[in-house]
């Protein structure tokens, strides 16, 4: 019986490749009835999404902890609330997204009708009123957790938000496609937030490290701790001075260098 | 700011002195426990804000005490410009550049140098009223007090003005005598008030 399949002489070749051939358009077909229903299943669930942040919008916004675990569902389904910000989504995927009519506006906003979106915008827009406010104290450098107590205390009308760190964090990243000069930087432990667009060399960043452990730090400090040669210490601390970011205190045997991410933190002390 | 909006029957019985009393202790600002506040930064920018941060700390210090004027060289043994915990004050020549910062415009003129414009041959006596409220603001003041109270007309004294029972609720009660002098002067330019008497018993006349 077995032989009888497999074909006797020439028909068999041809018998084969029908075969094949069968097999590859149904396999097509099932991936093509797969494709649908996850579609038809991700749009499904986009249309809830929507649907639950329209009747959540105002909790999303107010409460922070709720906010979190939003973004957190988003993130675990792959959708990136801010990845396709301020770009358009590409012909083949607008497709995809129910009701993108015009292909314009990202992801985003047309899933949860702007109001998601708009709160990070908004919050990006208190980051780097907060940022302005203090640049000339800070130098451009903010801990992120700084930034955050100025928002929620925030003078401008309408009051403070109540937010997290973490959607600090979001915000700054939304700020991205605007150019500006808004970045993200780690400081040791903290994480900071830099308003002017000037990188630091190596030198300047262990120096702003190490303040951040120690308080602050002297010229023959860095020289003992750090093994640099004098000038090259002195050299690092008066650029970090001439930049803003370090203040100085010259009531001390030796000049001390502070960094003023203390002048909060120093109010507990 | 609510004490400037007058009672409307003066004679009344005097609600309790203006809320920024002396009693209770002056919260210094988180700049103030910070050591390089004491020095002047030389970058142009950091000083800027450190500057800004000083007036606004003399400011709200002597509102918060009421004062009117400060005495520099009193001032620096104060904890206004020492602080003790930390060990570190602010030079006399730093303090001077602060108020003369405050004076100009750029401070937005919230101090005056007593005895002219604080020149060196003056001595290191320097004396400067501190403008929480600048002349015109506490003329403003004034003159809504009187106008609340339907005052127009009337002759005060000056005395009655500053600690007559009927102004003890508002924020110009016990004012210094020498700026209350000047306040009303604004007041007198404009045509709206005049002052007459002699030195010790000066009254006043509202338009």
């Known amino acids: 019986m077995s032989t009888s399949r497999r074909g006797v002489g020439l028909a068999a070749f041809s018998n084969n490749s029908v075969a094949s051939a069968q097999y590859a358009t149904h396999g097509t077909n099932i991936r093509a009835a797969h494709v649908d229903s996850l579609q038809t299943q991700i749009s499904v ?26 973004a957190r569902m988003c993130n675990a389904i792959g959708v990136d609330p801010l990845a396709a910000s301020a770009r358009k989504p590409p012909t083949g995927t607008a497709k995809v997204v129910e009701g993108a009519a015009g292909g314009i506006g990202n992801l985003w906003s047309q899933m949860l009708g702007g109001s998601v979106n708009d709160f990070y915008f908004e919050l990006g827009v208190r980051v ?71 990188e630091l060399n190596t030198d300047q960043s262990t120096v702003l490290e190490v303040i951040q452990v120690l308080g602050y730090i002297t010229v023959s400090m860095l020289q003992l701790n750090l093994r640099w040669e004098r000038a090259r210490a002195k050299a690092v601390i008066e650029d970090l001075l001439a930049d803003g970011l370090v203040w100085v205190d010259m009531q001390c045997d030796e000049a001390e260098y502070w960094s003023p991410t203390f002048i909060t933190e120093a109010a507990g002390g | ?61 002597c509102r918060h005490h009421r004062l009117f004027a400060l005495s520099l060289v ?32 750029e401070g937005g003129e919230r101090a005056e140098w007593v005895d002219g414009t604080g020149k060196k041959g003056r001595g290191e006596e320097g004396r400067c009223w501190v403008y929480w409220r600048r002349p015109e603001e506490w ?3 004034i003159e809504a007090w009187v106008d609340a109270t339907a005052q127009r007309g009337t002759v005060l004294t000056l ?33 709206k008030a005049q002052i007459f008497g002699s030195d010790d018993q000066q009254g006043i006349k509202f338009f």
């Open chain 1, 45 to 70: 669930f986009q249309q809830l999404l929507h649907q639950f942040s329209i009747t959540h919008g105002k909790d999303i916004r107010s409460n922070p902890t709720f906010r979190a675990e939003f």
């Open chain 1, 128 to 198: 780097v009123e907060v940022c302005r406010d203090t640049r000339a104290e800070n130098g451009g450098m903010m801990s992120v957790g700084e930034v955050r107590r100025r928002v929620q205390k925030g003078k401008a009308i309408g009051g403070g938000m109540e937010v997290t760190d973490d959607d600090i964090l979001r915000a700054v990243k939304s700020l991205e496609p605007l150019g500006s000069g808004f970045t993200i930087m780690k400081l040791g432990t903290k994480q900071m937030i830099r308003s002017i667009p000037k």
């Open chain 2, 1 to 61: 700011m609510s004490t400037t909006a007058a009672s409307p029957h003066p004679t009344s019985i005097p609600p309790p002195p203006p809320p920024p009393s002396t009693n209770t202790a002056f919260p210094f600002p988180p700049h103030y426990h910070y050591p390089p506040f004491f020095s002047l930064q030389p970058t142009a920018s950091t000083r800027l804000s450190q500057l800004h941060s000083w007036s606004t700390l003399i400011q709200s210090y």
């Open chain 2, 74 to 105: 009193d001032a620096l043994d104060s904890d206004l410009f020492w602080n003790r915990k930390l060990g570190k004050r602010l030079a006399l020549r730093d303090a001077r550049e602060v108020i003369a910062w405050m004076a100009g415009t």
């Open chain 2, 139 to 141: 003329a403003g003041l």
């Open chain 2, 159 to 191: 005395y009655e003005l500053a600690e007559g029972d009927a102004t003890r609720s508002q924020e110009f009660h016990g004012m210094d005598m020498e700026l209350l002098q000047k306040s009303l002067q604004v007041l007198v330019k404009k045509g």
